[in-house]
């Protein structure tokens, strides 16, 4: 007689996420703590102290452009259910002129190079007439 043994799941993403990051940046700190210590000595806990003031500033300065230069900094994401048929490459392209993007990713069904060509594909015709560079995802089936 077997007897059937079940684990309880008591962490949730965000305690695995957390537990992964202190795993990373305690593996780093280890490294880190010896090359500086031969450096600084006893001082050590200045230059960590200096280095955390300017990690900081830096991170604060992020803070304070990001919203100033938001295409610079930001990911726009649209998804506009097309409704009318036929046009979709050229909304596409006309919403990317109109939003200025650097690059246009875009979900493939997995159509073949001749397929795409002979039946049409948004995602081929939107590569073939846009001027930004395209991204094709293959999608998951």
């Known amino acids: 007689m077997e007897i059937a043994v079940r684990l309880k799941r008591t962490l949730g993403l965000f305690e695995v996420t957390l537990s992964g990051i202190g795993i990373i940046l305690g593996a780093g700190i280890y490294a880190l703590i ?13 230059s960590f102290a200096i280095s955390s003031l ?38 596409i392209l006309s919403k990317a ?27 081929f015709d939107v590569a073939r007439m846009g001027k930004r560079p395209v991204l094709v995802v293959r999608s998951g089936r």
């Open 34 to 46: 010896g090359e500086a210590a031969g450096l600084a000595g006893n001082a050590v806990w200045i």
């Open 54 to 91: 300017v990690a900081l500033f830096t991170g604060l300065s992020y803070a304070e452009l990001a919203p100033m230069f938001p295409k610079a900094s930001a990911v726009a994401a649209v998804k506009t259910p097309f409704v009318d048929v036929g046009g979709a490459a050229e909304k």
């Open 97 to 123: 002129e109109e939003m200025d993007v650097s690059l246009i990713a875009l979900s493939s069904a997995g159509k073949g190079y001749l397929d795409a060509l002979t039946t049409g594909s948004v995602v």
